[in-house]
């Protein structure tokens, strides 16, 4: 069974600051890589998605992460953050080659001050 | 519009009262799924379904049933809901591993 580790749970930060938040994976085999974010009073949508290929992968809004094999991370940064990020943000992780549904960790909340 | 539509939004209700949330599809997905969103732990999946009359359970089943009579619906039954059983759910559809969420249904049972 595959889990996934997020290893800050709330960080807070000043608009302009550089943001990493930390995620771990454990699973055996290839995996698809997420984060997803949940703005205050909405629903979970994705920001970038690794499949294959480059491992730095870039999303919506500035964000990026990289995927590390041999460390089983896929990090996501930003290196000036905005109010408006201000959000919960999820690593999940699905193996890859299959429809399997993700498997999310939980959570880090981002609160970025003006 | 690609559209996963749940109901309620918001349901207070009392202890042994049966409830659904209903979860509909416009996309004919065939992965659907359950989550429940509490402080502290994330996401955790209740129950899903890979298509019609197929079902199986995620981490935290205990206390709920689901259906799919027809893959455009997944309705999500609480027979006897609990306290414990506040929180915010989430419904999704699967496809290529990528997530499609509803806006969401508070429950909070007194």
């Known amino acids: 069974a595959q889990s996934v580790s997020q290893h800050n749970h709330h960080v807070i930060l000043s608009e302009a600051a550089s943001l990493e938040l930390g995620c771990n994976y454990s699973y055996g085999g290839t995996v698809n890589l997420f984060w997803y974010v949940q703005y205050p009073g909405q629903h979970l949508q994705l920001l970038l998605k690794y499949f294959s290929g480059d491992p730095l992968v870039k999303g919506i809004k500035g964000f990026e992460a990289e995927f590390i094999k041999s460390k089983f991370s896929f990090n996501l940064r930003k290196p000036s953050v905005q109010w408006s990020d201000t959000a919960e943000y999820f690593c999940?992780?699905?193996?890859?080659?299959?429809?399997?549904?993700?498997?999310f960790g939980r959570g880090t909340s981002l609160i970025v001050h003006p | 519009e690609a559209q996963v539509t749940q109901n309620p939004r918001y349901l207070i209700t009392v202890t042994g009262k049966k409830l659904t949330v209903t979860c509909s599809q416009n996309?004919?997905?065939?992965?659907m799924s359950w989550y429940r969103q509490d402080p502290g732990l994330g996401l955790r999946q209740i129950y899903y379904s890979m298509n019609v009359e197929v079902t199986d359970k995620g981490d935290v089943p205990e206390g709920y049933k689901v259906s799919r009579k027809e893959k455009r619906n997944f309705p999500l039954i609480l027979e006897s809901p609990s306290p414990n059983q506040t929180s915010l759910y989430f419904c999704a559809t699967v496809r290529a591993n990528v997530l499609t969420f509803g806006a969401g249904s508070r429950l909070t049972v007194l």
């Open positions: 999940a992780i699905a193996p890859s080659g299959g429809s399997y549904i993700p498997t």
């Open positions: 996309m004919n997905h065939e992965y």
